[in-house]
């Protein structure tokens, strides 16, 4: 249970750093919980200046396999958050970030 949630089981499958090939692989773990809801926020480790089609692709990967593996749960995605001027140079800069989110509305619509 949550402290903040204390009538709700929580489980958090998110490890920082990974990749969204990376989460895409515990889809077996979340299906293994049977979860009402997933709550998705990954990207910025895989997003970079040139590559917001490709990981865009993986993202959508993902998010059929969630669906099948548990078609009963409500997923919500998370936009990915903003980064700081210093880091951007390790990932995509902010405005691929926004593009980027503007795509992932797209599919949380679908």
Do not use: W
């Not at 692989?25 to 490709?54: H, W």
């Not at 990981?55 to 936009?79: D, G, N, T």
């Amino acid at each position: 249970m949550g402290r903040g949630f204390p009538d709700v089981s929580i489980v958090n499958l998110g490890i920082s750093g990974n990749s969204i090939r990376e989460m895409s692989s515990r889809v077996d773990m979340i299906a293994s919980v049977k979860p009402e809801k997933v709550f998705i926020l990954g990207g910025k480790n895989s997003l970079t200046d040139n590559n917001s089609v490709e990981i865009l692709k993986q993202y959508q990967e993902m998010l059929v396999k969630i669906k099948e593996a548990v078609p009963e749960a409500a997923l919500h995605i998370q936009s990915v958050l903003p980064i700081s001027i210093n880091k951007e140079k390790e990932c995509a800069d902010n405005a691929i970030i926004v593009d980027f989110n503007g795509e992932l509305k797209k599919l949380a619509a679908e």
